[in-house]
């Protein structure tokens, strides 16, 4: 293992904001990575100004949401809008490996820094964008708030009660897992391809796309003539498989039994109770026809265990288990992440030790690791702009009270 | 109409070769790497892997899920290769499951890495490599679990619902595949391979949105809350011929209310002019009971004759945040998605399938299923020549 971050030496000038975008460029930068964030003093990144605030009072600077997204990054404040700001946009994008955005189409543009700017003075660029519906189509203006990607990309409508309306998944998934990561990957593989012919890349990620792959099998079944909808915790061959009350209040323990040898197991750790015998749920396909009936009786034995014994002595002996974590379990009781020293306390300058989320995978050679706590807005203007663009002190001090820098 | 062209430059990972002997917990990653044109082996036993036999199934009999996951790759059987050698011959190895098994297997990271010092071995597993959990038996449910997302997930009255499909893998493959990349780069640096250890249980743990930092922050935890914010004008709407999704207000403030209000006027819902009052601006009513069954009651009567796609439509013209919740067969009917050539045709077997296509474009390389090649769009995992389902 050396210090050596495997990202060392790639610049990436970070136009991204609120929720998708700073997921894609965090992993980067973790990775070693020079992160730029490019912040407006005036319309700052919304998710800043979004809880949980440190101790419950909102600022710029206290937001856990915007702080856990942006790790290991630079913030330099630029106006956009005024002629000079442009200008050293331009310079930092000369001067970097990497634009990203995620802005609605156009914008980019419309600010002077499109595609078409940029490669005339980078041509090897790697330029991702990350629309909501894509660059073109007739959809191609419209928006949404809150749930509109889930709901329109196909994953709400299948995540659910299926006796109740769709439900999802109690979070913008979209947000954190297929749109910020699949950018990251395509951003990862195009550097590869830069490193091998020269050639740069504009990138669209259109987070409609991205995120009906997560329901791709659904639309592979429906083009073959399945009716797909909406399953609660079935599986489609496993039984029992849920989701199962326990003893204490809002106690719950996720089992799945796919077959005889799991069967048998969960029937030993319950101490074979007489209605295991039962005809009906003789082998895997019987019991997949029984499930609703299986799922009450079972029901009935876990009510009466601590969920955590529970899962523990099924999977000891070799049945899937979990007890359902929630965040409280999740910081302070669980071994497995304890062991893995999963979560990273880090020291910000205004939010005092906060807690951030690990990096999910650990590289033995070159790992990375969350470098900094979140910039303050426009904690590295200054430095930026002198030690890296060049821009002289008075120069500076010019742009700074004029409000274009800083 | 602008449809995109796929250009014919080599995938950006070509020349790359990626050894996949994962489950159904790792496949998505190899998935990946294949449509950005790395060849992907996967090798599998004489029969083939479990994931063959998953429901549903084409009308071939061929796994509906398994076709998603493999498109692009080429398969060979256990017994027709020498493994060892074939792992020589690559840059990446994916497995997905727990050390014990790998270990059974001689496939543990330490010893694939020590035999075969310039293999980026990338273990994907339920639990990670370490700890007391990582040889425990898992599945997507006990992982949606163990990672915190079902404790978010679901109406509080009922059990904790998790999302369809297999999300786990997804979670953990995107991680998978973004972590794999950062080690090519390494690798192409360096020379040195390494392991890669991902933990599918830490990859769910890291899209809890801001539930943790709620807690550490604010000492709240947060609990299943159904699907969403309770607000007057905002979460699904049934209409004609299933749900939207409105979002009229956010954080008690009204958002384009004026354009909500004019519509349900313009639609025959002349009760609406009563949104106009000054208490519908304000929190407290807005949260209330009273007001988001009032709301309810005029746009449900408004959407009753009116389908998802017309309200859709209609809507965000007028600056309104609307949309459809869609289904499979409304997605592969969407005016949007085959404006954009987004759909591939894949044949599997003799049936004609639609594939949804890449995450991403690339302007200058080719990226999605057998990397644009007509005739590895399919690939030979999904032949019939050497493995029957």
């Known amino acids: 293992m050396t210090d050596a971050l495997p990202l060392e030496g790639v610049r990436i000038a970070d136009f991204t904001w609120v929720g998708a975008g700073p997921f894609l460029t965090k992993p980067l930068a973790d990775h070693g990575a020079d992160v730029i964030k490019v912040e407006s003093r005036t319309r700052t990144d919304p998710i800043r100004s979004m809880a949980p605030?440190?101790?419950?009072?909102?600022?710029?600077?206290?937001?856990?949401?915007?702080?856990?997204?942006?790790?290991?990054?630079?913030?330099?404040?630029?106006?956009?809008?005024?002629?000079?700001?442009?200008?050293?946009?331009?310079?930092?994008?000369?001067?970097?490996?990497?634009?990203?955005?995620?802005?609605?189409?156009?914008?980019?543009?419309?600010?002077?820094?499109?595609?078409?700017?940029?490669?005339?003075?980078?041509?090897?660029?790697?330029?991702?964008?990350?629309?909501?519906?894509?660059?073109?189509?007739?959809?191609?203006?419209?928006?949404?708030?809150?749930?509109?990607?889930?709901?329109?990309?196909?994953?709400?409508?299948?995540?659910?009660?299926?006796?109740?309306?769709?439900?999802?998944?109690?979070?913008?998934?979209?947000?954190?897992?297929?749109?910020?990561?699949?950018?990251?990957?395509?951003?990862?593989?195009?550097?590869?391809?830069?490193?091998?012919?020269?050639?740069?890349?504009?990138?669209?990620?259109?987070?409609?796309?991205?995120?009906?792959?997560?329901?791709?099998?659904?639309?592979?079944?429906?083009?073959?003539?399945?009716?797909?909808?909406?399953?609660?915790?079935?599986?489609?061959?496993?039984?029992?498989?849920?989701?199962?009350?326990?003893?204490?209040?809002?106690?719950?323990?996720?089992?799945?039994?796919?077959?005889?040898?799991?069967?048998?197991?969960?029937?030993?750790?319950?101490?074979?109770?007489?209605?295991?015998?039962?005809?009906?749920?003789?082998?895997?396909?019987?019991?997949?026809?029984?499930?609703?009936?299986?799922?009450?009786?079972?029901?009935?034995?876990?009510?009466?265990?601590?969920?955590?014994?529970?899962?523990?002595?099924?999977?000891?002996?070799?049945?899937?288990?979990?007890?359902?974590?929630?965040?409280?379990?999740?910081?302070?009781?669980?071994?497995?992440?304890?062991?893995?020293?999963?979560?990273?306390?880090?020291?910000?300058?205004?939010?005092?030790?906060?807690?951030?989320?690990?990096?999910?995978?650990?590289?033995?050679?070159?790992?990375?690791?969350?470098?900094?706590?979140?910039?303050?807005?426009?904690?590295?203007?200054?430095?930026?702009?002198?030690?890296?663009?060049?821009?002289?002190?008075?120069?500076?001090?010019?742009?700074?009270?004029?409000?274009?820098?800083? | 109409m602008n449809v995109p062209e796929i250009p014919t430059n080599p995938g950006p990972l070509d020349g790359v070769r990626v050894i996949d002997l994962t489950t159904w917990l790792g496949a998505y990653t190899g998935r990946l790497l294949a449509d950005l044109g790395a060849e992907v082996i996967r090798v599998e036993p004489d029969g083939g892997v479990p994931e063959r036999r998953r429901p549903p199934f084409t009308a071939d009999g061929m796994s509906l899920s398994f076709v998603f996951t493999e498109v692009g790759k080429t398969s060979v059987s256990e017994s027709e290769v020498d493994l060892e050698e074939l792992l020589g011959t690559g840059q990446i190895l994916l497995t997905s499951k727990g050390p014990a098994a790998l270990r059974a297997k001689g496939l543990h990271p330490d010893d694939v890495t020590r035999r075969h010092p310039s293999l980026v071995h990338v273990s994907i597993s339920p639990y990670g490599l370490t700890g007391p959990h990582a040889d425990r038996p898992a599945s997507d449910l006990t992982l949606l679990a163990a990672g915190g997302l079902l404790s978010l997930a679901g109406d509080p009255d009922r059990e904790p619902v998790r999302p369809w499909g297999s999300q786990s893998a997804v979670v953990g493959g995107v991680h998978a595949a973004a972590a794999t990349l950062i080690a090519l780069l390494a690798l192409e640096t360096s020379g040195c391979g390494q392991t890669v250890d991902v933990s599918v249980q830490e990859a769910v743990a890291h899209s809890l949105e801001n539930a943790v930092q709620y807690l550490d922050l604010e000492g709240l935890v947060r609990k299943r809350a159904g699907a969403g914010p309770m607000e007057a004008g905002t979460g699904l709407f049934r209409c004609a011929d299933g749900w939207v999704y409105l979002v009229g207000g956010l954080g008690g403030r009204p958002l384009a209310w004026s354009a909500i209000v004019n519509w349900l006027e313009e639609g025959g819902i002349g009760e609406a002019?009563?949104?106009?009052?000054?208490?519908?601006?304000?929190?407290?009513?807005?949260?209330?009971?009273?007001?988001?069954?009032?709301?309810?009651?005029?746009?449900?009567?408004?959407?009753?004759?009116?389908?998802?796609?017309?309200?859709?439509?209609?809507?965000?013209?007028?600056?309104?945040?609307?949309?459809?919740?869609?289904?499979?067969?409304?997605?592969?009917?969407?005016?949007?998605?085959?404006?954009?050539?987004?759909?591939?045709?894949?044949?599997?077997?003799?049936?004609?399938?639609?594939?949804?296509?890449?995450?991403?474009?690339?302007?200058h390389a080719n990226v999605g299923p057998g990397a644009g090649l007509p005739e590895r769009a399919t690939s030979s995992v999904l032949r019939h020549e050497r493995i029957t389902a």
């Open chain 1, 53 to 406: 605030f440190r101790d419950g009072e909102p600022g710029p600077d206290r937001s856990g949401y915007f702080a856990n997204r942006n790790t290991s990054k630079r913030s330099v404040c630029i106006d956009l809008k005024h002629p000079e700001g442009r200008e050293i946009a331009l310079e930092l994008i000369a001067r970097s490996d990497v634009v990203a955005d995620n802005f609605t189409p156009g914008t980019m543009h419309r600010l002077g820094l499109g595609y078409d700017t940029v490669k005339k003075i980078r041509p090897d660029i790697i330029y991702i964008e990350m629309p909501m519906q894509g660059n073109a189509g007739p959809h191609r203006d419209f928006g949404g708030y809150g749930l509109a990607i889930a709901a329109a990309g196909g994953l709400l409508g299948l995540s659910g009660y299926p006796d109740r309306p769709p439900v999802g998944t109690g979070t913008n998934y979209p947000d954190h897992v297929p749109n910020p990561l699949h950018a990251a990957i395509a951003v990862l593989a195009a550097l590869r391809n830069r490193r091998r012919t020269g050639r740069g890349e504009y990138i669209e990620l259109a987070q409609l796309e991205s995120t009906v792959n997560v329901v791709g099998p659904a639309l592979l079944a429906a083009s073959a003539g399945h009716r797909v909808e909406r399953a609660g915790n079935d599986d489609p061959v496993a039984a029992p498989h849920g989701v199962y009350p326990c003893r204490d209040e809002d106690s719950w323990c996720a089992i799945g039994v796919f077959d005889d040898r799991q069967w048998q197991a969960l029937t030993r750790v319950l101490g074979a109770p007489a209605w295991t015998a039962r005809p009906d749920f003789t082998d895997a396909a019987a019991r997949h026809r029984a499930r609703r009936e299986l799922d009450k009786v079972l029901s009935a034995e876990t009510s009466a265990w601590d969920a955590t014994k529970l899962a523990d002595a099924l999977a000891d002996a070799g049945v899937p288990a979990s007890p359902v974590r929630n965040t409280d379990d999740l910081l302070h009781r669980d071994p497995q992440l304890r062991a893995r020293e999963h979560w990273v306390q880090l020291d910000h300058p205004v939010m005092g030790p906060s807690v951030y989320d690990g990096i999910p995978y650990r590289l033995s050679r070159t790992p990375g690791r969350l470098r900094a706590p979140a910039p303050l807005l426009g904690a590295d203007s200054r430095s930026v702009c002198l030690d890296l663009l060049g821009i002289d002190e008075k120069t500076y001090a010019r742009l700074a009270r004029e409000g274009v820098v800083g």
């Open chain 2, 273 to 363: 002019a009563k949104l106009r009052e000054d208490r519908w601006r304000q929190a407290e009513w807005r949260r209330s009971a009273e007001a988001r069954a009032d709301f309810r009651a005029m746009f449900e009567r408004f959407a009753l004759n009116r389908t998802k796609e017309d309200l859709y439509e209609r809507g965000q013209r007028c600056g309104i945040s609307i949309a459809p919740v869609s289904t499979p067969d409304d997605l592969l009917n969407s005016p949007q998605l085959n404006a954009q050539s987004y759909f591939r045709r894949i044949t599997v077997g003799t049936v004609e399938l639609m594939l949804p296509g890449p995450p991403y474009r690339f302007s």
